[in-house]
């Protein structure tokens, strides 16, 4: 039998009651002491929760995207943790919108952020149409610029995106090669035929700038200098372009009367050269042929269904961006500015540029009697004293206290008053034609439009509204509003479809492995703001832009960030 005194129990209790006491820090030096520290981050940033539409045309699914570095890695029910996460949900998580047609070559390297296409929810620009930031050589001067208050100058189209990556920008960049700048590098401002050795010569130039990392030739058929290429010479061009997995990109040559025919000559062009063939800002831009959009389509399902691969872009509004001077007819440009300042001085060229401009001349696309002769659908988009203002207003006002005053002779004093130069919006096609285009699943969308700001210096001028409002435009007023459009198909028509067109299999989609070029928005909300009348007005909706996995746009607010790259 145990014996235990009064004094044994009373110190067992004693004892009993400091370990009582001492429990609970016993207890959490244990568990500090088994417990393993918190696993680092697996990845960079994690967006939860949102509504993916991932680019191929497939229906929307809830899910995660993880972002490692500049990658997606994974897509779906995602475990690990994110060093920062975003609540996406509500919003659509998509692939960064591609356009299929910028003119941001110079003012992207003014301003990097490229303010008024990532608060659209771009985050690569295709740029070239004619023109391209390359090759400058032989009868071409080179460019002289600025940047960051630096003398920048290349010659060759692999130069300029050698300063694209050093000097940084906010989205990804990818060029096509300008029919109309190789053609200038050996034939200057002449409008003569070339020889064959000048023609050796711009092969020669269009195969450097493949090698450079070209997607393709680009070219505007409708004026000089690339009207006065044949197709047979296309064809020879192409074939070059085709060598090194290029695309025919084409501006037709009359978007008007001879619109069939100009489809046709550019899908005979893909025919014979093998190539894959993309029209430019395909429409209908004379109302003596609106309404027959389905004539066009039926044009280019032909030609698919025999093997040629061609489509088309557009930007989702009825008026187009030019210049006044196009008014006048090819021969008035030739030798450059300055020799057409001369014509318009001269009364005999003149009275022959009336003629031509009133009767027109077969093959040109005439934007005068395109639009009926109707100033009023003429609107001064260029930084002007007139600009915001149709042309039928400015001619009242520079005629105003003469009587009969001829309206033509009233254009030519104000273009030359102009320097021969004035941007200018014109009411051309119709939104009937422009819908059923846009339905047509080879047809994408491209803004045609600039990287401007609603402030500093790319704040100039009286732009195009698409330079500031053309994929929420889409989303907004196409899909949300008008029904015109499910949700999925206008994202594929905006992210893979054209990096397919443009082989770059690496970009597109929301899926891992590809690079993370996201658009975050909010669909209920997503809208365009920028005007006719005021431009100037950033887009709704877009809530986060991600390029190369950093964020650019947080929040409806630009980051500063230029992770874009070159894409050669």
Known sequence: MLNITYEHLANIMRHLRTLLWLLPTILFVTVCATTPAQPPAEFDLVLRGGKVVDGTGNPWFHGDVAILRDKIVAVGKVTGKGKREIDAKGLIVAPGFIDAHSHSDFTLLEDGNLQSKIRQGVTTEVLGESTSPGPYQDKLTPPKMLIAGKPARWTTLGGYFDIVDKSGVSANVVSYVGLGTVWRCVMGDSHARPTPAQFGRIKELVEEAMKNGAKGMSCMLAAPPDSLATKDELVELCKVVAKHGGIFVSHIRN?????????????????????????????????????????????????????????????????????????????????????????????????????????????????????????????????????????????????????????????????????????????????????????QPWCTIGSDGFGLSIEGPLRRGHPHPRSFGTFPRVLGVYVRQKGLLKLEDAVRKMTSQNAA???????????????????????????DRATYIEPFQYSEGIEYVIVNGQIVLDQGKHTGAKPGRALR
């Not at 970009?507 to 809208?527: E, H, N, P, S, T």
């Open 255 to 439: 978007e008007g009367t001879e619109v069939f025919a100009a489809i046709r000559e550019v899908i005979e062009i893909g025919r014979l050269a093998n190539i894959v063939v993309e029209i430019l800002h395909i429409k209908i831009a004379d109302q003596q042929y609106w309404g027959r959009m389905n004539e066009v389509v039926r044009l280019i399902d032909d030609a698919r269904k025999s093997d040629v691969n061609v489509g088309a872009n557009l930007y989702p509004y009825t008026r187009g961006n030019n210049n006044l001077a196009t008014i006048l007819p090819p021969w008035a440009h030739e030798g450059g500015t300055a020799k057409m300042l001369e014509r318009l001085k001269d009364p005999a060229d003149r009275s022959t540029m009336k003629t031509d401009i009133t009767k027109g001349i077969p093959g040109w696309y005439n934007h005068y009697t395109a639009i009926g002769g109707d100033w009023s659908r003429m609107l001064i988009s260029a930084n002007h004293a007139y600009k915001g203002l149709t042309m039928d207003r400015v001619l009242a006002e520079r005629t105003k206290g003469k009587k009969n005053a001829d309206l033509i002779e009233a254009f030519f004093d104000f273009l030359f008053d102009s320097g021969g130069s004035v941007g200018t919006v014109y009411d051309h096609h119709t939104e009937k034609d422009m819908n059923l285009a846009m339905t």
């Open 501 to 527: 067109k443009l082989g770059i299999f690496d970009r597109g989609l929301v899926r891992a492995g590809q690079y993370a070029d996201i658009a975050i928005l909010d669909a209920d909300k997503v809208i």
